[in-house]
């Protein structure tokens, strides 16, 4: 990898590590369980991978949770869902794993692109 993409890489971590932090640190959830159901549901669709005829690579159902809770909660529970998401999603159901900078990028961008759907 190149060091234009490196700085790219390294910059998307960054930006998603500070979103995430930023909005951990306003935490409040009004219904613990009906997160965790949300965070669970969130897991298993990131690992459910579908492959469209035509195309190279997968999609994974995991976006359409993201989309329910941009609507339905608040910032940082749809972050930690999104996050584990991304982790699950990138580590499970997999023909080749990744590497940790793979991983996290993977994460960050998610968390990036989720936290331009709240602003």
Not at 17 to 22: F, P, Q, R, T, V
Not at 81 to 91: D, H, M, R
Request: charged share 5%.
């Amino acid at each position: 990898m190149g060091r234009t993409a490196k700085v790219y890489v390294y910059s998307v971590v960054a930006a998603g590590g500070c979103l995430l932090a930023g909005a951990l640190a306003n935490w409040s959830s009004p219904d613990h369980a009906l997160w965790a159901i949300y965070l669970l549901l969130s897991v298993v669709a990131s690992v459910v991978k579908l492959r469209l005829p035509g195309m190279q690579g997968t999609y994974s159902l995991g976006f359409l949770l993201l989309l329910y809770g941009v609507a339905h909660f608040s910032l940082p529970e749809t972050l930690v869902a999104a996050c584990a998401g991304a982790v699950a999603g990138s580590l499970l159901n997999t023909t080749k794993r990744p590497s940790v900078v793979q991983a996290l990028f993977n994460t960050a961008n998610l968390t990036i692109s989720a936290s331009a759907c709240f602003f």
